[in-house]
């Protein structure tokens, strides 16, 4: 089953993009994110991230996705994967009138992809992903205040 979360960011998609895209400055604004890196150019389909993400427990876990999706101010998508799972993450944008709408859809997938829910629930991966994308709007508003997320 899929985790679907989405987010309105008060700024034009272009500014939303340049943040999601610099993948290694992450952790200043998603507070999942305890570090991030790439293996190259982090806008490019094929690059491989290095990403050490908090889960909502508290515990700290490495994953190493690859970008499979860089479309400018529209779209970014990674895959994690694994002997008998699959993992991939696609985040939309979406521009309106007030700024962008951000999805983010993740889902787990392959023989094995029950023991990957086993250890991170679709509840842990909506705190997870919900936390990532209200910091992005946080970020981008420069304050603190709460912003409207809803999970599916």
Known sequence: MPVT???HVAAPAATVWELIADVE????????CASAAADGDPRAEGTRLRLQLRHPRGRLFWTAPTVVTAVPTERFGFVTRALGFRAPTDIALDADDEGTRVTL????TGPLAFSYRL???ERAQGQLWSGALTGLARHVRGDGGREQTSRD
């Open 25 to 32: 400055r992450w952790p200043e604004w998603n507070p999942a």
């Open 105 to 108: 859809t993740s889902r787990s």
């Open 119 to 121: 250890m991170f629930p």
């Open 5 to 7: 979360v989405t987010v």
